[in-house]
C-alpha cells in the first residue's frame, strides 16, 4: 500500500469533468510539490502536471492541478475517450529522502 | 528531443543480478540541473521508484531494497546503468529509465523494458 493514496478507479462519461485525488502527508505533499502522470499501456509514463498546477508544453488545458495542505488534486474537464488511462501522483519525501509514486487510479471513460 | 533507452537481459534467474543501461540521445547525461532516474512496475501494479544517480555518480536510492541496487554514470558514452543483486520473482517488472527534475518530476522517459525473473 503506497504512502500516497490514490482512489484505485474513477470514471466518467464524455464530456464530465472528473478529479482523482492524491492524499499524503507533512514530510511529502505537504513540503513538496506533486506531480502527475498519464499512463497508457505499452507506453512510457507521460508527464501530465508538474510543480502542483503546471502543465508542460503539449498538454491541452483540460488538464489542472491543484494542491491544499497535505492532499493534491488532478481535474480533467471535457472528458475524452482518449483520456482513458492510469493516472498516478509522485513528490518528494522528506523522510524517505526518495520519491513516492501514487498507487495509480484507473480512470474509464464510459 | 531527448531521448532514452533501455537495454538489458529481458531474462535473470533468480538470485542472480539483473543489469540494465539507459542510454541518452538529443542531450547530454552532464546536466547540473537534473538526476538520472530508475522507476519500475510489476505486472498489475503501480510505478516504483528505484534512485536516482547524478552525473558526477551521486546516488539515492529506495531504502525498500536496501543494499541491492548499484547505480553508476558513464559521461563518456552518455549511459547510466542499474544492478540490482539477488533477484527474486518479486523483481519481475517493467523497468523504465528517466530523467529526474526538482521532488518527483520525471519529464523525459524511456520506453521501458520488461525483466523476468525465472526460478
Known amino acids: 500500500q503506497s504512502v500516497l493514496t490514490q482512489p484505485p478507479s474513477a470514471s466518467g462519461t464524455p464530456g464530465q469533468r472528473v478529479t482523482i485525488s492524491c492524499s499524503g502527508s507533512?514530510?511529502?505533499?505537504?513540503?513538496?510539490?506533486v506531480n502527475w502522470y498519464q499512463h497508457l499501456p505499452g507506453t512510457a509514463p507521460k508527464l501530465l502536471i508538474y510543480?502542483?498546477?503546471q502543465r508542460p508544453s503539449g498538454v491541452p488545458d483540460r488538464f489542472s492541478g491543484s494542491k491544499s495542505g497535505t492532499s493534491a488534486s488532478l481535474a480533467i474537464s471535457g472528458l475524452q475517450s482518449e483520456d482513458e488511462a492510469d493516472y498516478y501522483c509522485a513528490t518528494w519525501d522528506d523522510t524517505l529522502n526518495g520519491v513516492l509514486f501514487g498507487g495509480g487510479t484507473k480512470l474509464t471513460v464510459l | 528531443q531527448l531521448q532514452l533507452q533501455e537495454s538489458g537481459p529481458g531474462l535473470v534467474q533468480a538470485s542472480e543480478t539483473l543489469s540494465l543501461t539507459c542510454t541518452v540521445s538529443?542531450?547530454?547525461?552532464?546536466?547540473?540541473?537534473?538526476?538520472w532516474g530508475w522507476i519500475r512496475q510489476p505486472p498489475g501494479k503501480g510505478l516504483e521508484w528505484i534512485g536516482n544517480i547524478y552525473y558526477s555518480g551521486s546516488t539515492y536510492h529506495n531504502p525498500s531494497l536496501k543494499s541491492r541496487v548499484t547505480m553508476s554514470v558513464d559521461t563518456s558514452k552518455n549511459q547510466f546503468s542499474l544492478k540490482l543483486t539477488s533477484v527474486t520473482a518479486a523483481d519481475t517488472a517493467l523497468y523504465y529509465c528517466?530523467?529526474?527534475?526538482?521532488?518527483?518530476?520525471?519529464?523525459?522517459w524511456g520506453q521501458g523494458t520488461l525483466v523476468t525473473v525465472s526460478s
Open positions: 510543480f502542483n498546477n
Open positions: 528517466a530523467r529526474k527534475g526538482g521532488g518527483g518530476l520525471f519529464d523525459y
Open positions: 507533512s514530510s511529502n505533499i505537504g513540503s513538496n510539490s
Open positions: 538529443s542531450g547530454s547525461i552532464i546536466s547540473r540541473s537534473h538526476y
